[in-house]
């Protein structure tokens, strides 16, 4: 929608019969002017019951313990790890699409981009469930964060799961930052155009005060591309989770660190497959969206 | 071990293959993994698919987990101080210290036969069972049934209230109806009056029976007791005259014959002959002069397990072997037929072996064969001078009921209308009776029953009455050990239910004045315990000093041999063994979780009894693990599922007795399969024309054979004695990497002791006390069989069991696997929370506050001994809370554990050596496995202190550690199995 500000869009992006109103006007009417119609309520609801049967499975996973998933001793992650692994691919995916297109200088790559950041924070999030989820006590994940406790516990750094902790959540921060940076000029402009106080009172909270000037156009440029180049960065924080598993059997003896994979089969097929396969998907949920905004109508 | 590493592709594994070790044997754990089959990999790669399952919810359950996510989510699951009223003693009891336990000698009784017990009280709840070591049937170590007493006792399944048919009556009611009855018999001297009983040793009940015998002399009392030992003492009449007790010295045998004697597991003596057995096999004390052992078993034994050559033979063939040897060894006997090849080299080399050792070797006979090949073995070991130096005999220790007075002639007698008062006491004929007598049947002809027992079992639902019995923690008794020496039992606390001892019904038959239990044992050892001096010492100490018989030296007659002895044909049908399940025995302790859940020695099996059958014959009728059958025995059929025995004798089927029960209690009932369906009594050990036939169902066994399996490293280490006295450390002279390899990290500063453990391979014999011992100590949950086949088993010390060689005829071996404790552990820089951690005296700690349940420790462990509560495992509530150990944290869902090397009684120990200023002596601190263990395999102290005995230990050269190239610096280390192959045989299988 940034689009519509006109700098960073050439002209030519524009349909015939087009202008830079005409695209702001059909755009922030898919906002702020929706009817929903049936098959959107239709939609929400088959959204909300699979999202309650998901409240409920955790409900009954707290209630009954992590035994439910059928894992056994050898096998103590299996059913997390596929889905952490598995939806941390489908984020790495969207971070790939989005960066990607800004650094091959895509202008018509903002739609898409919005898109795939948004499924890239929402799969964080649904990934970083499993890891609280996996614990025998869930309700005490936040042991992993290093808080001013009374009895001046402090968490184990030399554990690769404390480092994935955070990876996880500097993924999160950084994803959340990444999409929602992009969006504060498309805020405003919602803002701007808020039917009724409350809305716009709303819209403008998150605007921060965005007003279109030069000034904040530039700084929006440097930051976005900054935040862009975070890329690597988080590439590189998601490799603590492989090192979860290529860790041996001793830290002092590196030759048997194939010791775990070979141990757990099932986390070993999670590396070969579920990490690329994931990115794969990521990817792939974004290109029919990227094929879908560029066909030419 | 190769064949594995080779099709895992883990080849370097080779390179830490100790070389005597390559040479050899190939160790496998089960026929999958030494057929190598798809199956098996199939297996091992995605190990247990399942899911699903809890979810079948109503509309109600459904809103409460729904809601229970988000009040779940908020609850930190912390516990509060139970809510019930507590009282202090306004007297406190002599001698009690709140909260220190206090430990009291006692005995507890196994088929009769007395062990001595020390148990240990908290607070007046009786809760672990530790041997005593003044007491000759235990020497301090205990087995498996003495450690699962005390679950037995707090079991809330057992019978609580007196029964009269279907309605609750008083005591005040049971003793008029049995008060109205003693005057009835009075009249006619007990004409219609029976007493069946168990074995019994107790010299006080059998003080009482004399009474009652004089009392009513047309009653008779009769014995009935599964697997008893019925051919032994008929054996000892043959040969002797007159019934003999038996006494094996196993520590001055040289060389030993076992013809299908189990006798390290044996009822009565198994503990102590352990004992012996491993003191004389011990390289360190025998300097190499091992014993030796030879075995001819139908069906794989521990004692099989442990010999230097096993020969699988069908039971009915060994009593033909044994004519053979017989012959050979110079005695006058028929013997129809002749040996084949392989029985032939055995012959020469036995005979030449015990000639060699006259006077130092020993025929024992198991207890399954006839009593004429008893009276046999009496001739032989007499014949190889053998009496009085490793055999002897004394008056029986069992009090004989004399002719007419087996289970048999009972029934007789009831089904004749004979019988109109019949008091069964501490016995379960309706379950455990064979199937010909229909022992259903003839009870209902008996208009008065009375039972006797811990449970309201299948006899108890069918008696007029049942007495809920006093555990034998609760009540005053006595009983003899199998050399003759009497201890008293003392009750550790008072009867949980009101329960009424053997002891007191009889006194109410006999109209004693005397009813109390403990008057009686005190008047039945009057004159050897005159005073209250000598009674307290007698309760002390847990023995009655110099009560053991007297060795009896008598002529043995060879004349019975001339007679008519059953000489089977040698047929090619498939004969049929009953053996008592080596966990539950008779069905006795079918609703004992523990022993349920104790993976069977040799099978490793858990909650089940399949029918044992050879490789040979399972391929013959194609069939697998898990596969029904049929089995036809004299026009009675049995449907069980099979299991494939290593070792088996080809034409041997074996059928565990104590499952199928069907008023067990809530955890024995419907578990496994009623053999007892099968048996006759005319053939109650074998019996031969057995059909089988594969039904084609399938049945899911619950085995723990392939847990934790650790794919294939070099964990067992075997040599031979030659190979020993060639090279000493042959257990390590392959290690590529010996003792401590660098490393990047530091050392932890020593601390003030260095807690280690060693493990004797070579005198384990698997008998698994250490489980069960751990398992009561520190509050180990059951888990139940749908827990165990999804591998998540919590038992601390597990006993992996391997074989080396073919399948019909394999050498097999025991290793104890507890924590490591390694000084790099693998586990601890793992945990991101911290909950595992390192302290100053080299233990690796487990922090269940701390922990959250991440499972990485686990999954980083090489040694996988890390248990995970996987749901919620300890149930609060019954009875059964009052059996844990108060020192031990009871864990909660969610939470990793593991051993501890019992550091509630190290820190026991150091609270005592602080309180006296000085350092922990050696030996003080027992861990509950090392205190249980039969033979002595577990040490554990101060590895820093070399006079220690387990520094002595490590010293050994024979000492090894288990993966000990990954440097993790095990605490925790292996002495070497040795076997004495004889040269003459070593070129057989084995």
């Known amino acids: 929608m940034s689009a519509v500000f006109g700098d960073a869009a050439s002209p030519s992006l524009l349909a015939r019969g087009q202008t830079h109103a005409t695209v702001t006007e059909a755009i922030s ?269 | ?72 989510a908020g609850l930190t699951a912390c516990s509060r101080p139970p809510q019930d009223e507590i009282v202090p003693y306004v007297h406190s009891p002599v001698g009690q210290v709140d909260g220190l336990p206090r430990f009291f000698a006692t005995t507890l009784v196994r088929d009769g036969y007395a062990r001595g017990v020390l148990v240990e009280s908290q607070m007046g709840r009786p809760t672990k069972v530790e041997g005593n070591p003044q007491h000759a049937a235990s020497l301090g170590a205990t087995d498996i049934f003495a450690q699962a007493a005390v679950l037995q006792l707090w079991d809330p399944d057992r019978s609580q209230t007196i029964m009269n048919g279907v309605d609750v009556a008083s005591r005040d009611d049971f003793a008029a109806a049995l008060q109205q009855q003693v005057e009835r018999q009075r009249r006619t001297g007990g004409a219609g009056l029976r007493v069946l009983t168990g074995t ?214 009831m089904r004749a209308g004979s019988v109109d008062t019949l008091l069964i006491l501490d016995c379960n004929p309706a379950y455990d009776a064979p199937a010909d007598l229909h022992f259903v049947d003839a009870l209902r002809r008996v208009a008065h029953v009375v039972h006797l027992g811990l449970y309201r079992d299948e006899t108890g639902v069918l008696a007029e009455w049942h007495v809920p019995m006093a555990h034998q923690l609760e009540t005053w008794s006595d009983a003899r050990a199998y050399d003759g020496t009497a201890s008293i039992a003392q009750p550790l606390i008072a009867p949980l239910y009101a329960g009424l001892s053997v002891l007191e019904v009889l006194a109410m038959l006999l109209e004693d004045d005397v009813r109390d239990p403990r008057a009686l044992v005190r008047r039945q050892w009057r004159e050897l315990l005159t005073d209250d001096a000598a009674w307290n010492g007698a309760l002390q100490s847990g023995v009655i000093e110099n009560t053991a018989l007297p060795q009896a030296a008598l002529p043995v007659r060879a004349d019975f041999l001339a007679q008519a002895m059953p000489n089977r044909p040698d047929d090619a049908s498939l004969e049929l063994l009953f053996r008592p399940d080596p966990t539950v025995g008779d069905g006795s302790w079918s609703n004992n979780g523990w022993l349920q859940e104790l993976p069977k020695p040799l099978t490793q099996l858990t909650w089940d009894n399949p029918a044992l059958i050879s490789p040979h014959l399972a391929a013959q009728y194609e069939l697998s693990n898990g596969d029904m059958v049929e089995l036809h025995l004299n026009g009675r059929t049995l449907h069980v599922p099979v299991w494939v025995m290593p070792g088996q004798a080809a034409r041997s089927v074996t059928v565990h007795l104590g499952y199928g029960r069907r008023r067990a209690g809530r955890v024995g009932d419907g578990q496994g399969f009623d053999a007892y369906a099968l048996r006759a009594s005319s053939a109650d050990w074998n019996a031969g024309g057995l059909q089988l036939r594969k039904t084609g169902d399938r049945y899911e066994l619950a085995g723990t054979q392939h847990h934790f399996n650790v794919e294939g490293r070099d964990l067992l280490r075997v040599g031979t004695v030659d190979e020993y006295r060639r090279n ?153 809370a009052a059996q844990r150990n108060p020192e031990v944290t009871v864990r909660r869902r969610g939470v990793m554990e593991k051993c501890t090397y019992c550091i509630q009684r190290i820190e026991t120990a150091h609270i005592e050596a602080d309180k006296e200023n000085r350092r922990i002596r050696d030996a003080e601190v027992l861990t509950a496995c090392q205190a249980a263990c039969p033979t002595q395999a577990i040490r554990f102290g101060d590895i820093a202190d070399v006079h220690s005995s387990v520094a002595q230990a490590k010293s050994s050269p024979r000492a090894y550690v288990m993966l000990g190239e990954l440097n993790t610096r095990p605490r925790t280390s292996y002495l070497a199995r040795l076997r004495n192959p004889n040269p003459a045989l070593t070129d057989e299988s084995t």
């Open chain 2, 200 to 413: 019994l040793t107790s010299p006080t009940l059998s003080a009482q029976l004399d009474v009652f015998l004089e009392k009513y002399p047309q009653a008779r009392w009769h014995v009935h007791q599964p697997a008893g030992n019925a051919n032994v003492y008929e054996g000892a009449r043959l040969a002797f005259g007159n019934p003999q007790s038996t006494r094996l010295h196993l520590d001055r045998a040289k060389v030993i014959v076992s013809l299908e004697a189990d006798f390290l597991t044996d009822a009565a003596a198994g503990v102590r002959y352990a004992r012996d057995y491993a003191a004389a096999r011990s390289p360190e004390n025998t300097l190499g002069a091992m014993s030796r052992l030879y075995v001819l078993e139908s069906t794989p034994s521990l004692t099989g397990g442990m010999a230097d050559h096993c020969l699988p033979l069908e039971s009915e063939r060994i009593a033909h072997f044994a004519r053979l040897l017989a012959q050979r060894l110079g005695v006058t006997i028929d013997v129809a037929g002749s040996p084949d090849a392989q029985q032939a080299r055995w012959l020469d080399a036995l005979v030449a072996d015990l000639q060699a050792n006259r006077g130092a070797s020993l025929i024992v006979i198991g207890p399954s064969q006839p009593p004429w090949l008893h009276g046999l073995g009496h001739v032989l070991n007499s014949a190889l001078d053998n009496n009085g130096k490793t055999i002897d005999y004394s008056a029986p220790v069992e009090k004989l009921p004399g002719a007419g007075g087996t289970l048999i002639d009972l029934v007789a007698a």
């Open chain 2, 728 to 880: 000493p450390h042959f257990a390590t002279s392959g290690d590529r990497y010996p003792g401590a390899p660098p490393s990047l990290y530091p050392d932890y500063p020593p601390g003030e002791y260095a807690w280690g453990m060693s493990i004797d391979l070579n005198a384990c014999i698997g008998c698994k006390a250490c489980t069960i011992a751990c398992q009561a100590e520190n509050n180990i949950p059951v888990v139940g069989k749908d827990q165990v086949q999804r591998g998540r088993e919590m038992h601390w010390i597990r006993v992996d069991r391997y074989y080396d060689g073919a399948a019909d005829n394999p050498r097999a071996y025991s290793q104890p696997v507890p924590c490591m404790m390694c000084e790099h552990a693998p586990c601890e820089v793992v945990c991101p929370v911290g909950a595992t951690v390192h302290d100053a005296e080299g233990l690796n700690v487990q922090v269940y506050n701390r922990c959250v349940g991440t499972r990485f420790c686990s999954n980083n462990c090489p040694y996988k001994v890390r248990r995970f509560n996987f749901l919620k495992y300890t149930e609060d509530g019954d009875t059964l």
């Open chain 1, 29 to 297: 009417a898919i906002t702020l002017h929706r009817h929903f119609g049936w098959y959107w309520l239709a939609g929400f609801a088959s959204a909300l019951a699979l999202c309650l049967l998901l409240v409920f499975g955790v409900g009954w996973l707290l209630h009954q313990g992590v035994g439910i998933w059928g894992i056994n001793m050898p096998v103590a992650w299996a059913f997390a790890i596929c889905n952490y692994v598995w939806w941390i691919g489908i984020g790495m995916g969207g971070t790939f699409i989005s960066g990607a297109l800004y650094l091959a200088r895509k202008d018509w790559r903002n739609s898409i981009n919005r898109y795939a950041e948004a499924m890239t924070v929402f799969a964080v999030a649904v990934s970083g469930i499993f890891p609280i989820l996996h614990l025998g006590r869930p309700w005490f994940f936040y042991w992993l964060f290093p808080y001013p406790d009374v009895m001046n516990v402090w968490p184990q750094w030399r554990s690769s799961l404390e480092w994935d902790f955070f990876a996880i959540l500097a993924y999160l921060t950084v994803s959340i930052l990444y999409w929602y940076v992009g969006m504060i000029p498309d805020l405003a402009t919602l803002r701007d155009r808020a039917p009724t106080l409350g809305l716009a009172r709303f819209y403008g909270f998150f605007a921060l005060g965005w007003r279109g000037e030069a000034r904040q156009w530039r700084r929006f440029e440097t930051r976005d591309s900054r935040c862009r180049w975070f890329f690597p960065c988080t590439a590189w924080l998601l490799w603590i989770s492989p090192r979860l598993w290529c860790r041996g059997g001793t830290r002092r003896s590196f030759r048997h660190s194939s010791l775990p994979a070979r141990c757990f089969p099932v986390l070993r097929w999670c590396w070969c497959s579920a990490y690329p396969c994931a990115a794969c998907s990521g990817c792939r949920i974004t290109s029919p969206m990227c094929i879908w905004l560029t066909w030419p109508k």
């Open chain 2, 1 to 72: 071990m190769s064949s594995l590493s080779s099709t895992s592709g883990f080849t370097s594994v080779a390179a830490y293959v100790p070389s005597a070790v390559a040479r050899g044997p190939a160790f496998w754990r089960s026929l999958e993994e030494l057929a190598d089959s798809e199956a098996f990999q199939g297996w091992l790669h995605q190990q247990h698919p399942q899911f699903a399952q809890e979810l079948m919810l109503d509309r109600r359950r459904f809103m409460k987990f729904l809601g229970a996510s988000l009040a779940l």
